[in-house]
T-cell receptor, first 113, second 116 residues
Framework: AQSVTQPDIHITVSEGASLELRCNYSYGATPYLFWYVQSPGQGLQLLLKYFSGDTLVQGIKGFEAEFKRSQSSFNLRKPSVHWSDAAEYFCAVAIPGTYKYIFGTGTRLKVLA | DTGVSQDPRHKITKRGQNVTFRCDPISEHNRLYWYRQTLGQGPEFLTYFQNEAQLEKSRLLSDRFSAERPKGSFSTLEIQRTEQGDSAMYLC??????????????FGEGSRLTVL
């Protein structure tokens, strides 16, 4: 069965520090990959997506993610975190050609001033 | 493009009452999804429409839950005889996908249900 693992439930970083959020997936081929961000009481906003091609993907708000096929990973990075980045981040995979999307359990990011 | 809108944003009800949520997707999107999200969890799939046809329902969707998408536009999710375990955020998402394709999901802001 397909699955998405976000191993870190909570991460705390200082403002201005770099950030990496981990995401691993289980699927027999290459899925479509997404990162979403959710502020408290709000819906999910798409940060970036990978369908094919260049494995380093740029997104909104200065985020990027790198697809590593050998590690079945799609980690999210940001070189310098801002206080407004505090939120919950969800990694998701979609099975190409289907309606199916599978979400991880999320990583809650706290940013220290 | 006004995005995906959901109504109401918050609903508090007593156990046993019926509730209905509405979702208006992005107008050109042909797919519409309902997800449920509880605290500390990611969205869990409930059901999915391609235009007006409900093509898939999760086992999470008991017979107290029903969803419709008349005319392939807005959708409603009704929960009958609510239980405290139904308390959650109900998220609607839409996408545009050609046959055999898979597009990105655009989410609404959710409808939070509290069952007392």
């Amino acid at each position: 069965a397909q699955s998405v693992t976000q191993p870190d439930i909570h991460i705390t970083v200082s403002e201005g520090a770099s950030l990496e959020l981990r995401c691993n997936y289980s699927y027999g081929a290459t899925p479509y990959l997404f990162w979403y961000v959710q502020s408290p009481g709000q819906g999910l906003q798409l940060l970036l997506k990978y369908f094919s091609g260049d494995t380093l993907v740029q997104g909104i708000k200065g985020f990027e993610a790198e697809f590593k096929r050998s590690q079945s990973s799609f980690n999210l990075r940001k070189p310098s975190v801002h206080w407004s980045d505090a939120a919950e981040y969800f990694c998701a995979v979609a099975i190409p050609g289907t309606y199916k999307y599978i979400f991880g359990t999320g990583t809650r990011l706290k940013v220290l001033a | 493009d006004t995005g995906v809108s959901q109504d109401p944003r918050h609903k508090i009800t007593k156990r046993g009452q019926n509730v209905t949520f509405r979702c208006d997707p992005i107008s050109e999107h042909n797919r519409l999804y309902w997800y449920r999200q509880t605290l500390g969890q990611g969205p869990e799939f409930l059901t999915y429409f391609q235009n007006e046809a409900q093509l898939e329902k999760s086992r999470l969707l008991s017979d107290r839950f029903s969803a419709e998408r008349p005319k392939g536009s807005f959708s409603t999710l009704e929960i009958q005889r609510t239980e405290q375990g139904d308390s959650a955020m109900y998220l609607c998402a839409s996408s545009f996908s050609l046959a055999g394709g898979t597009g990105e999901l655009f989410f609404g802001e959710g409808s939070r249900l509290t069952v007392l």
